[in-house]
């Protein structure tokens, strides 16, 4: 009798074990949110969760349904926050950060010429780029920006200051006429671009690229010699394109063609390619920028800043060109902030267009999330919290008294929300920054660091150069 009695209770230990499912051990479960996937479907997924297992997304679902299915050694609560795809930001000028405020106020034309090429040439040096990367990087993890696209000298240097803070980055070395730090002619800086493609190609975080900065600061030559850089080493390219009414008369008057038509007429369009601005584009242009799939990056602080324009995003969506967002050089916007990227971009369009539906807060948050990630060719790996993508992740706190009460997170992340308010940032599955605690920066050195190039910039451009 004692012996049936004992089988029955092994028995009954046996079956229950075997209903009980084994969890799948990850390394990161991000729980308690109000997911927003940004996903085909756009799922926005209340008390929602993701599991992250290294540097990729495992599963995103209801907290319950990952919670039965996962155990992970580390947990992130997000109560009371939005879980969402990092914010990509399509353009910027990273090391530009250490020219915050220098010279505001200004045309493209004067601002660029009186004022920021001549500071670039007395104080780029790869220490400055080191440092004022650094500076760009804790800006960017601080305000949920997990990728962005990059054009600058000294390239390499930005990589390697990315890389170590742990930020995704589309790289391009810029290639200008003239000589410039880190190139005293365009071949030089070819041939940089080069040695910097071969360090970083393959790489997990870095993708390198060449960025010839504007058919107005290039020769038709080394445009195209850019254009076979990118075709044979498979790179995406960069490059500054109908920005200012300057520079659509300026290519008129050369080339009888505006800046699009004559890029076009080179054969300089092809795969991968990223144009930054297009304010002063016609149909004709939008129809090109379609057919040769290029992408473009919108900017509109800078574009407002620098009285450039509006870029006619409307038609340049409707026509199937992707339009992202940037934020542009911190010396143009004046800082690195996608949240208030995304808010001016639906303020501006609905201005000009009279039409309040023009940019709704989801085609914003698109703009900056998936729309992004299609911009520099990455959709299958960044843009949307979807399993087997990137861990690019980020948690923004909707507690403050400014996003009470809160009836829609899309609206809010548009309308109400700041940069400040991202309390953790995630990227390739590695936490950056934990509860506003940058994790993968030393954020006291990278400030005084910077505040020590600032005086090097003040004494170089000297009083007459400081504007106002
Ligand atoms: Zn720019």
């Known amino acids: 009798m004692q012996f049936w009695r004992w089988l029955v209770l092994l028995s009954t230990v046996v079956l229950a074990a075997a209903q009980t499912p084994v969890r799948r051990p990850v390394s990161l479960i991000v729980t308690h949110g109000t997911v927003v996937t940004v996903d085909a479907n756009r799922r926005v997924i209340e008390n929602g969760a993701v599991a992250i297992d290294g540097r990729d997304i495992a599963a995103v679902d209801t907290s319950d349904a990952i919670d039965a299915r996962f155990s992970a050694s580390d947990t992130i609560d997000a109560t009371g926050a939005v879980v969402m795809p990092g914010l990509i930001n399509t353009h910027t000028h990273a090391p530009m950060v250490l ?133 044979s080493f498979a790179t995406p390219v960069i490059i500054h394109v109908a920005e200012t009414e300057a520079e659509v008369q300026a290519s008129q008057e050369k080339f009888g063609k505006t800046p699009v038509a004559y890029l076009e007429s080179i054969g300089f369009w092809g795969p991968r390619t990223l144009a930054a601005h297009g304010v002063h584009v016609t149909q004709a242009d939008i129809d090109v920028l379609a057919r040769r799939r290029v992408a473009v990056s919108h900017n509109p602080e800078s574009n407002m800043k620098l009285a450039s324009g509006t870029a006619p995003v409307i038609a340049m969506r409707k026509a199937g060109v992707t339009v ?134 003040r004494e170089a451009v000297g009083p007459e150069g400081v504007k106002r």
Request: aromatic share 8%; proline share 5%; glycine share 6%.
């Open 99 to 231: 020219y915050r405020g220098l010279a505001d106020d200004l045309a493209l034309m004067d601002w660029l010429q009186k004022y920021i090429f001549p500071a670039e040439a007395k104080t780029v040096s790869p220490e400055f780029v080191r440092a004022g990367t650094r500076l760009a990087a804790l800006e960017m993890i601080e305000s949920g920006t997990t990728t962005y696209a990059d054009m600058y000298y000294f390239e390499e240097e930005v990589a390697r200051a990315t890389k170590a803070a742990g930020l995704r980055g589309v790289l391009g070395e810029t290639i200008i006429q003239f000589p410039v730090p880190d190139a005293k002619t365009p071949a030089q800086g070819i041939a940089r671009a080069e040695t910097f493609v071969r360090e970083f190609q393959g790489d997990d975080l870095i993708t390198p690229a060449i960025a010839p900065h504007a058919m107005y600061t290039l020769d038709t030559e080394t445009l195209k010699a850019c254009r076979r850089f990118a075709d």
């Open 324 to 457: 992202a967002l940037g934020t542009d050089g911190a010396a143009s916007n004046n800082d690195l902030d996608m949240f208030e990227a995304m808010r001016q971009a639906a303020f501006l369009h609905k201005l000009v267009s009279g039409d309040p539906r023009a940019i709704p807060a989801p085609t914003a948050v698109e703009m900056a999330t998936i729309d992004g990630a299609r911009a520099l060719g990455m959709d299958r790996e960044i843009g949307s919290l979807e399993p087997g993508k990137r861990a690019d992740v980020i948690v923004v706190s909707m507690q403050s008294a400014r996003q009470t009460p809160m009836y829609d997170p899309l609206s809010h992340l548009v309308y109400v929300t700041r940069g400040d308010d991202v309390r953790t940032t995630i990227v390739n599955g590695r936490v950056l920054m934990r509860d506003r605690k940058v994790l993968s920066l030393d954020r006291a050195h990278v400030l005084s660091d910077a505040r020590g190039f600032a005086a090097r910039v």
